[in-house]
């Protein structure tokens, strides 16, 4: 039986002196927010914990910089000896976790919170919840179970986790407990105008010279249901982007009129990310899976290895598969 309520987790957490708290590899601001709202969590509701750590392999990205707390992210090297509890926070599997596993490894005890359908940690403790739309929403949930109230600063980072996993209160996954969940972040002090103005209505330069680059790039296939863009590492270099530069940039493939499945294939330094979006019916989490990645229905994402264009080819070709079998099942 998946616990429903955070009881477990408290239940550890008496008996835990230190606790690291691990975030995904690239992560997005729901695995920094969640992570960040936590250890406030944590502070506020176990005053006995000596001490509460944000663990990341990947630096923050600079778009999320304007949320203060997120300078409290460490890198795994700067880990203070092993840790009594490690909590994976919004990582869907082990590989997620990056160098940040050894962390989890060393633990005395381990914890995972998430929302990933996907999520496949079954032989640790979880608290898994696909139907919260966001892990922010979960950790938002713990508060009030807890009965701790947050800074502005922490509301301000869960607030950002949810808007950016439901495309800003938009997507299907969006309930009443997101917004009831969201207007409790409001009430501890997050301002949605300042974080909406940081999140959607602030460029870096590099981020909209990838779009452009990748705009350029997109191609139709399947009778225009399937877009595929695409940023190799010369496009990366020449703009200066980050990963957090690539931001949004898929969501031009699916919001193109007639798209069903929709793919940004990115080439980094360490390897090539692919983001899948979808419309209804096609299974975003079911293609990256092909791949050995996970994620949502709608939105999901993966890595892949080998020469960008054989990434490519290979991504449409499980794009157009996806959207034939979603067409198919459809008539
Ligand atoms: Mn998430």
Partial sequence: MMPTSG??????????????LVAHVSPDMDALGASLGARELLRQGFPALERVDVFCQDPVPESYAFLDLTRLVLPPERAQ??????????VASYDRLGSCAALFDRARARFV??????????????????????????????C???????????????????????GNFSFEAVTPGTFRAAAWLVEQGAKPDWITQHLYRTRSMPSVRALGR?????????????????????????VGAQDGDYEGIVNYGIETKGVLAAALVSQRDEGIRCSVRTKEGVDA???????????????????????????????????EEAVEEACRTDS
């Avoid at 000896?81 to 919004?90: E, N, T």
């Avoid at 990933?116 to 919260?132: A, C, I, K, T």
């Avoid at 791949?291 to 939105?299: I, S």
């Fill in 7 to 20: 009881q477990l987790l408290f239940d550890m957490l008496q008996n835990a002196g230190s606790v690291a």
């Fill in 81 to 90: 000896g092993p840790y009594d509890l490690c909590v994976a926070v919004d």
């Fill in 144 to 166: 009030l179970e807890r009965g701790v109230r947050l800074s502005a600063e922490a509301a301000s980072c869960l607030y950002a986790g949810l808007s950016t996993d439901t």
């Fill in 285 to 319: 989490a079911a293609v990256a899976r092909r791949f050995g990645g996970g994620g949502h229905p709608r939105a999901a994402g993966m890595s892949l290895q080998g020469e960008l264009d054989q990434a490519l080819e290979a991504v449409r070709c499980a794009l």
């Fill in 214 to 238: 990748a705009l350029d790039t997109m191609r139709l296939s399947a009778g225009g249901r399937v877009a595929l863009l695409c940023l190799s590492l010369a496009d990366r270099r020449e």
């Fill in 113 to 142: 919170i998430d929302h990933h359908g996907s999520n496949d940690f079954e032989n640790v403790p979880r608290l898994l919840l696909p139907q919260s739309a966001a892990t922010a929403q979960i950790v938002v949930d713990l």
